[in-house]
């Protein structure tokens, strides 16, 4: 199915499995974090407090409650410092266990949000070239999956428009 790009607010994508940028305790946060609780309602916190937080580069799995998607793929990315603390290795981890576990989940669609650049401070370029490598890579092994890359703001959107051409 392979990849495409969309501008909009990823809590409203019709996929099976919405990516969520959390961070290692799983609790909630802004940004993603919190549209994604806000949407998914009260039982996600319940969920998410029985997983024990997450490592920076891991994911875990939950289901989606209110939200639209049948499941919620929590990762936690790597706040940027100057991109000598395997930053970008944690973030290519990112999508990748992500969509590991979206193929576990047996999930045929999934939406990634631009992990790591809010306020993590990722630099957006830089991260987009990353999402788009490993997505690349793994659709070659997994053409039938259909990812989207949901962009929250233009700018974002058009960097992802210029790696998908
Ligand atoms: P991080 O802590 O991983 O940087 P943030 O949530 O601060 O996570 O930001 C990650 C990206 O998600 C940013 O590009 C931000 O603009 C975007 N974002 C924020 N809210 C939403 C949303 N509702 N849907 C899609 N993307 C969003």
């Not at 395997?86 to 939406?111: F, H, I, P, T």
Request: some cysteine.
């Amino acid at each position: 199915m392979g990849m495409k790009a969309v501008l909009g607010d990823i809590t409203q994508e019709g996929v099976d499995a919405i990516v969520n940028a959390a961070n290692e305790s799983l609790l909630g946060g802004g940004g993603v974090d919190g549209a994604i609780h806000r949407a998914a309602g009260p039982e996600l916190l319940a969920e998410c407090r029985k997983l024990g937080g997450c490592p920076t580069g891991g994911a875990k799995a939950t289901r989606g409650h209110r939200l639209g998607a049948d499941w919620i793929l929590h990762t936690v990315g790597p706040v940027w410092h100057d991109g000598s603390r395997q930053e970008d290795a944690l973030l290519a981890s990112c999508y990748r266990n992500c969509l590991k576990l979206a193929v576990g989940k047996g999930a045929r669609s999934v939406a990634f949000p631009a992990i790591s650049t809010g306020a993590y401070g990722f630099p957006a370029e830089r991260a987009a070239r990353i999402a788009h490598r490993e997505v690349s890579e793994f659709l070659r092994t997994h053409p039938a999956l259909e990812v989207r890359f949901v962009c929250f703001d233009r700018a974002t959107f058009e960097l992802y428009q210029r790696l998908l051409k």
